[in-house]
């Protein structure tokens, strides 16, 4: 069974801490995600890499950075977590085909509390 | 700005039929997506519509008017299981995924 694999499900963490969120794919997938999801908001996109030691700034980069050193790992990094980071984060992956439905296969999320 | 609307919570009756309406002001379109989200899991692809005109996948089904900016889906026989978010994405010009903020659906019996 194909995978989307987030590291922690719950994570409580401290104003200022440095915060890693993992996410592995099994399925060989050039793309991976980013996003954040809030109540009564979409998902937002927060970074993304079409391959290995590529990244891309999504639509609301300011506080993360990522990292990825091979094809089936992904990281988010909250240098200095905030509050207002506090949120749920899931990690997705697709194959690179830019036509098509071109599928994103989700983690089942992290939930980071910032306190 | 890009938006996708759809109804924040919906409620319907075991066995009956319920619509999820999305509808999308975008720049460019590229397809339209929905996903389900079981509470505390990961989104799960549904459908994806890019032609005008109804998809059909066993109870569920989906439909697109690009000019009109609307899609629906169509659950048909909802069981208890179906209570879940529904997500909406359009995918735009530039193949990047703009997200509406889901309908939760609970399915009474």
């Known amino acids: 069974d194909v995978k989307v694999t987030q590291s922690s499900r719950y994570l409580v963490k401290r104003t200022g801490e440095k915060v890693f969120l993992e996410c592995v794919q099994d399925m060989d997938h050039e793309n991976m995600f980013w996003y954040r999801q809030d109540p009564g908001l979409g998902l937002r996109l927060i970074y993304f890499s079409y391959d290995v030691k590529m990244k891309e700034k999504g639509d609301i980069p300011e506080g993360y950075s990522v990292s990825r050193e091979k094809k089936e790992r992904f990281s988010l990094i909250l240098e200095s977590a905030s509050t207002n980071q506090t949120s749920m984060y899931l990690c997705?992956?697709?194959?690179?085909?830019?036509?098509?439905?071109?599928?994103?296969?989700f983690g089942a999320g992290s939930r980071l509390t910032v306190l | 700005g890009q938006n996708i609307d759809q109804p924040t919570e919906m409620t319907a009756t075991e066995g009956a039929i319920v619509q999820i309406n999305c509808t999308y002001q975008?720049?460019?379109?590229?397809?339209l997506f929905w996903y389900q989200q079981h509470a505390g899991e990961a989104p799960t692809f549904l459908s994806y519509n890019v032609l005008d005109g109804l998809e059909e996948k066993g109870r569920f089904s989906s439909f697109l008017s690009r000019s009109k900016g609307y899609s629906y889906l169509l659950l048909k026989e909802l069981q208890m299981k179906d209570s879940a978010s529904y997500l909406c994405a359009v995918r735009d010009s530039n193949y990047q995924l703009i997200w509406g903020a889901g309908t939760k659906l609970i399915i009474k019996p």
């Open positions: 975008t720049s460019g379109f590229n397809g």
């Open positions: 997705a992956s697709s194959f690179r085909t830019g036509g098509g439905a071109n599928v994103l296969t």
